[in-house]
């Protein structure tokens, strides 16, 4: 049975899949707001740069006032500041039975339940490092890995349906803990925007063993929050956190020992490279606004909705916000005032 699909944002994340689905001989189309990505893949197709081999995929790629017709499955890939705008462009296109996937940091899939009831919105969280290299080009140096599922947890036949048409281009398993492993990748997430506080590795900002500690106290912070709004720390059922291939989160959780989660980070260090730079610095550069918004200060909202402190998580919020609006510089000094805070 072939289905209709629609991207919204063909960016890297939907650029990279819904190419692939696109190769693949599924009837796809792409709607973006970038006038020079959707000019240059209307021109020249959209390059898709994978380990696999490099392929060009000719596309209907329109802006957003341009959708026509309706759709069996959307795919929502834009930034989560985005979802409510990407929301209401697509719903009145989604057919009767038509599936909402999120495929995008943060917890996003509640929002697409609101529209659409919770057997027709599925999440996907994604594990795979890729970038956006110019105008129609898009990149990725990891073959990725897709976690898909209902916040409810149970499978139904779409979920089967939407995951056998993911696996065949890009490896991909149905979870029935969608919203623990949206919780895993958050604190990766956090991790970006706290190592963007200086065009620096986390090798340099990190370096010393005061700077391990204050780190290890923001990821206690960001795994206190996931638990308490859902994402256990055990196998039980329900939702929990997932080891990634980075580090464990719950090894980070306060109740754990501070000495056990500083060893747990020196561990995780041992990974870190000296020419590595955290994903939203290169957005912050170019002045383009970040998710943290919907990622980061989620965390905070939701501490403050459970009553968790998080003094370094909304310090980290604020400074964000100032290099967004250019109130402040980016660098080491940045480090320096965080530890200095009264509330780190």
Same mark, same amino acid.
């Given at each position: ?51 696999d081999g490099p392929f060009n995929v000719k596309i209907k790629i329109v802006f957003p006032d341009e959708i026509q017709g309706k759709y069996d499955i ?7 500041? %985005? ?31 609101e529209r659409v009831g919770p057997d027709r919105a599925i999440g996907v969280a994604i594990r795979m490092g890729c970038q956006k290299l110019e105008a ?15 916040? /409810? ?6 979920l089967g349906n939407l995951n056998g048409l993911l696996d065949a281009v890009i490896p991909s398993e149905i979870t029935d803990n969608i919203l623990g ?26 370096? =010393? ?37 980075? %580090? ?26 000296? =020419? ?44 964000? /916000? ?12 940045? %480090? ?9």
């Amino acid at each position: 049975m072939s289905h209709r699909m629609i991207v919204i944002g063909t960016g890297p994340i939907g650029g990279i899949i819904g190419g692939r689905l696109a190769r693949a001989g599924h009837d796809v189309t792409f709607v973006d707001v970038d006038k020079e990505h959707v000019a240059a893949i209307s021109e020249k197709g959209l390059q898709v740069d994978v380990p696999d081999g490099p392929f060009n995929v000719k596309i209907k790629i329109v802006f957003p006032d341009e959708i026509q017709g309706k759709y069996d499955i959307a795919f929502i890939a834009v930034r989560s500041n %985005y979802t409510p705008d990407a929301l209401n462009t697509v719903v009145p296109h989604l057919a009767e039975d038509g599936l909402l996937v999120s495929l995008q940091n943060g917890i996003n899939p509640p929002l697409l339940e609101e529209r659409v009831g919770p057997d027709r919105a599925i999440g996907v969280a994604i594990r795979m490092g890729c970038q956006k290299l110019e105008a129609g080009h898009v990149q990725t140096a990891t073959r990725g890995h897709l976690y898909v599922g209902h916040l /409810h947890g149970r499978r139904t036949p779409q979920l089967g349906n939407l995951n056998g048409l993911l696996d065949a281009v890009i490896p991909s398993e149905i979870t029935d803990n969608i919203l623990g492993v949206l919780w895993s990748k958050l604190t990766y997430t956090c991790l970006g925007y706290y190592g963007s506080l200086a065009d620096a590795s986390l090798v340099t900002s990190c370096a =010393d063993e005061a700077s391990r500690r204050m780190l290890t106290e923001f990821f206690a912070e960001v795994v206190a929050v996931g638990t308490a709004a859902g994402a256990r720390l055990g196998t039980a059922a329900g939702a929990r956190f997932i080891p990634l291939a980075e %580090y464990n989160p719950p090894d980070f959780h306060p109740s754990r020992p501070f000495e056990e989660r500083l060893a747990a980070l020196n561990t995780f260090a041992k990974s870190w490279r000296l =020419d590595d730079r955290k994903g939203p610095l290169r957005q912050i550069q170019k002045g383009i606004k970040t998710e943290v918004d919907f990622t980061l200060a989620h965390v905070v909202r939701e501490g403050e909705r459970l009553g968790i402190p998080t003094p370094l998580c909304h310090r980290v919020l604020e400074m964000i /916000h100032q290099l967004e609006s250019g109130k402040r510089q980016l660098g080491m000094q940045n %480090y320096a005032e965080l530890r200095a805070s009264p509330t780190a």
